[in-house]
């Protein structure tokens, strides 16, 4: 690996320019070209009575498949814009651009999906055996028996066109309301205040005091902003509901359950297996209590930190210790996380005007990933860099699959990325130089438990429980919030003094409109990934071929099959899910243990 590492990513080798860049004009126009040329093959393309008159539409198949690989390849270049530099208005330009070729996009792609949806079986039959056509079966077949579900192809245009300023219009409205709460602060500088994002930040102060009182602000502010959001999500959820209503669907988890290729039963039984293992993770936080001097924790006192680490770690160390415990595991993940490291496709400078947060975009067109962060030399922001690299690392393995085969769901997307953080986080925890740094790294650990097991499990039996409430009218703001702390009670098993009732408000995942049930797939993601990591475990060196063959089947395959196939598992069956939570467990176990003499 090369020295010194770049702190900033190349987004010139891609489109010199920037916002500005003539490439990327040209790249829109011709994009814009050509899904114009699909429209109009699209119009004139009808169902083949006979398998070989399929052949007829090879050239609609190929031009989808490429559209839709160029419209990711420029939204994510403006993503990448806007969170380098959040003053980029140009960037804001080419991401409505591209938004609006997106929109047009998928209703000639619906128009398509009815050809499909009316080809009878027999012809379907032979059309899928065709060589150039069969490697796209499992894709091509999915989108066929969505179609036969939805309403006809008018009417979902004429849904996608309404969603733009209805559905997806509340989606930017409620964001509208996020940037115009100012919460109060007062520290040793004076009084300010804090946009939400800042603000935030605060809940996970290492001073009580500051926690505890920005909690109080937060709760007010939310609750200032309640009836604006209380709207804001009826009516999302209203539209949702008719949506379904009019495609026949009467379980609000069809949508989100199809998306992630994954059965209510699999789902269920991994709930299950949680809840069960839940007693050991009420154990850790009623322990934690006590090693920070209280009765029982309250909301913002379950991530806190139980000490402070003052030792930071260079970025390159990071970068040098990743790639070596990657490659204990696979030579190949080493080697290709090197070359991200060389190449520059990360973004790790701490400066002004960035975007929060982290994420990983692919290129498909360039066949290349980036990824985006804040690096602050802390154990945790090493794990998010080893996170997001595992998303990239899963990208590349797909590079040669025609498009439509790399197009994974959300729950195995964070398992990629999820087993690339536990690889690292594990070897943090065996290389621990003292008790203290290895209590400090097993409570890290255990807090992702703490987030998939019950903050997540809380979204989700809030999100199901209004979706069924809705269903017989509007649910008023204080109703939203008494649902929100039911679920956190049952959640957290009633083990914490004090809930967060406006956390439906606050809370992002829920007004977005790109994914229905922003909770789920995180846990399903994770378990899998825990469950992966113990095979690795057993397995040893063998298992990092079976490893990448499973990511490379992630987007032509059900969940349930990619298992069978691969590890040859039921994931109905409770088995697999319950070693993962074993291993989970067996932190705790070694955390009271180590913690015992503190309490």
């Not at 500088?189 to 009580?208: I, M, T």
């Not at 269920?268 to 293992?277: F, L, P, R």
Request: some cysteine; overall charge negative.
């Amino acid at each position: 690996m090369k020295k010194p590492l770049s702190l900033t990513w190349d987004l010139e080798s891609i489109y010199p320019g920037g916002s500005s860049s003539p490439e990327l004009a040209s790249f829109l126009k011709k994009l814009e070209g050509d899904i114009e040329s699909l429209q109009q093959l699209v119009k004139t393309s009808v169902p083949p009575v006979q398998a070989e008159a399929s052949a007829e539409l090879d050239k609609v198949i190929e031009l989808l498949q490429s559209c839709t690989g160029r419209l990711v390849q420029a939204y994510e270049f403006a993503t990448c814009l806007g969170a380098q530099n959040q003053q980029d208005k140009e960037a804001v330009r080419v991401a409505s651009k591209v938004m609006g070729l997106r929109a047009r996009f998928e209703g000639i792609s619906s128009q398509f999906d009815n050809v499909l949806r009316q080809t009878s079986d027999e012809v379907w039959a032979g059309w899928m055996e065709r060589p150039g056509i069969a490697p796209l079966q499992f894709v091509l077949s999915e989108r066929r028996n969505l179609a036969r579900e939805k309403m006809s192809p008018e009417l979902e245009s004429l849904a996608l066109e309404l969603a733009v300023d209805g559905y997806h219009g509340w989606s930017e409205h409620y964001e509208t309301i996020v940037g115009s709460i100012q919460i109060p602060f007062e520290d040793e500088e004076g009084s300010k205040l804090l946009s939400v994002g800042q603000a935030f930040n605060k809940l996970d102060d290492s001073d009580p005091n500051v926690r505890k009182a920005m909690f109080r602000k937060w709760e007010e502010a939310w609750g200032g902003a309640a009836e604006y959001c209380a709207d804001t999500l009826n009516h999302l959820a209203g539209f949702r509901l008719k949506l379904y209503a009019g495609r026949g669907w009467e379980d609000v988890l069809k949508e989100p359950l199809s998306l992630n290729r994954m059965s209510h039963d699999t789902l269920n039984v991994m709930w299950d297996v949680i809840n069960q293992s839940k007693p050991a993770l009420v154990s850790y936080l009623k322990r934690k209590a006590k090693l920070l001097g209280v009765d029982s924790l309250s909301w913002v006192d379950v991530g806190a930190p139980l000490g402070e680490s003052t030792e930071k770690i260079p970025y390159e160390q990071a970068a040098a210790d990743i790639v070596n415990q990657f490659r204990k595991f696979s030579p190949k993940l080493a080697e290709f996380s090197e070359q991200a490291f060389d190449s520059n496709w990360i973004e790790v400078e701490d400066r002004p005007g960035k975007r929060p947060g982290g994420f990983c975009v692919s290129f498909p067109e360039s066949k290349e990933s980036r990824i985006f962060m804040t690096y602050s030399g802390t154990a945790s922001s090493v794990s998010t860099l080893a996170h997001e690299l595992g998303h990239a690392y899963h990208s590349y393995l797909l590079d040669d699959q025609p498009f439509f085969n790399q197009n994974y769901a959300m729950n195995v997307a964070e398992t990629a990325s999820t087993f690339a953080e536990v690889i690292v986080s594990d070897a943090q925890v065996k290389a621990a130089g003292s008790a203290e740094e290895k209590i400090a790294l097993l409570e890290t650990k255990i807090q992702n438990s703490v987030a998939f097991f019950m903050n997540i499990h809380a979204r989700f039996l809030f999100e199901t429980r209004f979706y069924e409430k809705r269903k017989e009218g509007l649910v008023n703001a204080e109703e939203l919030s008494e649902l929100m702390e039911e679920a956190q009670k049952e959640a957290f098993c009633g083990v914490l003094s004090e809930y967060h009732p406006h956390f439906w408000a606050s809370k992002l995942h829920f007004y977005s409109t790109d994914v229905p049930f922003y909770n789920f797939p995180y846990t399903v993601g994770y378990m899998f990934s825990t469950g992966l990591y113990r095979l690795a475990l057993q397995e040893g060196a063998s298992f990092a071929d079976k490893y990448d063959d499973l990511l490379r089947d992630t987007g032509v395959m059900t969940l349930e099959d990619l298992v069978s196939k691969h590890l040859n598992v039921d994931l109905t069956q409770p088995d697999f899910w319950q070693g993962a939570a074993d291993l989970i467990v067996e932190d705790i176990n070694e955390f009271l243990s180590m913690t015992e003499h503190l309490a």
